[in-house]
């Protein structure tokens, strides 16, 4: 550590300060101090409690700030002093097997982290043509997924569902059997018993060496919630340019564009879709766009992404934008999880843009079988439960009568279960050969 200090740089320039002239429902102004947007600042209200504030805009040549935590003992006047590097976010192995905050500070009870590397918190741009192509499967773990949505390494996919479906659940499953490298998870917006729950799951025994967690719960500032998430996605990139291959689980992507959406009205950035001004969503773009291969590291970031269906609604404007730019979507259904069938998933609605170029043909032939048999039946379920459908009607729906006890357990799996890839295509096949 005493050498890290000493190759540190010393600042010698003088030390500038501004002051607080207003604070108006979370939105600080401050005078005498020129600060980029994303810079760090602290405030000092004069007895020795130190508050920490972003610069998020400028007006009428004073600097529009934000405040990281409460704002309750802000006093106008009080002297306000940038901290750090403006944009760049600590980065680095110390991350693995601890969870820390939005800003880096450790939440697991540990020694403060230290981290002599940075990133940019926009990530590093690149060319389109840096982002290799997705050419190998992606083992999840889940015998639906896998089987049916086939994933690849380095595709960008959305579990999409109202709330109290199964997503957290999922992508807890999800983060135990999935194979990666390192594993960094952003949990933005989320209630703190999860968080907890979380980290006693998977931060123990082996899985805690390489996974790192960001935890921001719901009841902290906007942009401290926007940090978090992009404290993760600097940490996959950091560590996808040093060739590894990444999982990337961000839950969930509605609290991000959620902590945008203030943000923007707080700036008095007019809403558009449904309250959500333009710079919320395009949060959620440019996010999602830093995820992938690279063809120059040979590293890859997995991006798996929760998405909120605000009343289940699936053309709300997150799910859409969302649903447009990703690499394919896993739909969970509310009506499927009342029947007790977990994961939920709804197979004819979920989609992975990806799997016929990491698949055999022989298996997406497969895939899209089990697929008609899925929606002939559930097409009819009522004819069916009613008596009303006649037998010899169709064929697709006799087999998928005759099938569905086994089609049911199939797509069940139970909360510690894993499946790996060629099991799960292997009892695929051997379902769909049942009878043939």
């Known amino acids: 550590m005493l050498g890290g200090l000493a190759m540190s740089p010393v600042d010698l320039s003088p030390r500038r300060f501004g002051r607080v002239t207003a604070c108006d429902g979370g939105l600080i102004e401050v005078s005498g101090l020129?600060?980029?947007?994303?810079?760090?600042c602290r405030i000092d209200d004069g007895k020795g409690t130190m508050l920490t504030a972003e610069a998020i805009g400028f007006r009428n040549g004073r600097t529009m700030m934000m405040m990281l935590g409460d704002s309750v003992l802000l006093r106008p006047g009080v002297p306000v002093r940038p901290e750090g590097r403006p944009g760049m976010l600590p980065v680095g192995p110390a991350y693995l097997g601890r969870a820390v905050d939005g800003l880096g500070q450790p939440i697991d009870g540990g020694p403060a982290l230290r981290c002599m590397a940075e990133w940019p918190s926009g990530g590093k741009r690149t060319g389109a043509l840096d982002r290799a192509s997705v050419r190998e499967p992606f083992d999840t773990g889940i015998r639906a997924i896998n089987a049916l949505t086939t994933l690849g390494i380095g595709q960008r996919v959305g579990i999409m569902a109202g709330s109290g479906v199964g997503k957290s659940v999922l992508i807890?499953?999800?983060?135990?059997?999935?194979?990666?490298d390192i594993v960094i998870v952003g949990l933005i917006g989320e209630?703190?018993?999860?968080?907890?729950?979380?980290?006693?799951?998977?931060?123990?025994?082996?899985?805690?060496?390489?996974?790192?967690?960001?935890?921001?719960?719901?009841?902290h500032a906007p942009n401290l919630r926007l940090?978090?998430?992009?404290?993760?996605?600097?940490?996959?990139?950091?560590?996808?340019?040093?060739?590894?291959?990444?999982?990337?689980?961000?839950?969930?992507?509605?609290?991000?564009?959620?902590?945008?959406?203030?943000?923007?009205?707080?700036?008095?950035?007019?809403?558009?879709?449904?309250?959500?001004?333009?710079?919320?969503?395009?949060?959620?773009t440019k996010l999602v766009e830093r995820a992938g291969n690279s063809a120059e590291s040979g590293g890859s970031i997995t991006a798996i992404y929760t998405v909120l269906a605000d009343g289940d609604d699936q053309n709300d404007p997150v799910v859409d934008t969302a649903r447009s730019i990703l690499d394919g979507h896993i739909v969970l259904s509310r009506e499927l999880a009342q029947r007790g069938q977990y994961p939920a998933i709804d197979v004819g609605a979920s989609l992975s843009r990806v799997m016929s170029d990491v698949v055999p043909p022989e298996q997406s032939a497969v895939?899209?079988?089990?697929?008609?048999?899925?929606?002939?039946?559930?097409?009819?379920?009522?004819?069916?439960?009613?008596?009303?459908?006649?037998?010899?009607?169709?064929?697709?729906?006799?087999?998928?009568i005759a099938l569905q006890p086994q089609i049911a357990a199939f797509l069940s799996q139970a909360g510690g279960e894993h499946v790996a890839l060629q099991d799960s295509m292997d009892q695929l096949a051997q379902l769909m050969g049942h009878g043939q």
């Open 367 to 400: 895939a899209r079988r089990f697929r008609a048999l899925v929606s002939g039946y559930e097409s009819n379920r009522d004819l069916v439960l009613m008596g009303a459908y006649r037998a010899g009607a169709d064929p697709i729906i006799d087999r998928g």
């Open 34 to 40: 020129s600060v980029p947007i994303g810079g760090l």
């Open 191 to 219: 209630r703190a018993r999860e968080v907890s729950d979380f980290v006693s799951r998977h931060m123990n025994g082996e899985a805690a060496a390489r996974t790192a967690v960001v935890a921001v719960p719901a009841d």
């Open 227 to 284: 940090r978090g998430a992009l404290l993760a996605t600097s940490l996959a990139e950091y560590f996808r340019a040093q060739g590894r291959r990444v999982l990337l689980i961000q839950d969930s992507l509605t609290r991000i564009a959620h902590a945008a959406r203030e943000i923007g009205i707080l700036l008095g950035e007019p809403g558009a879709a449904r309250g959500y001004p333009p710079s919320a969503l395009s949060t959620v």
């Open 172 to 180: 807890d499953m999800i983060a135990s059997g999935a194979e990666a």
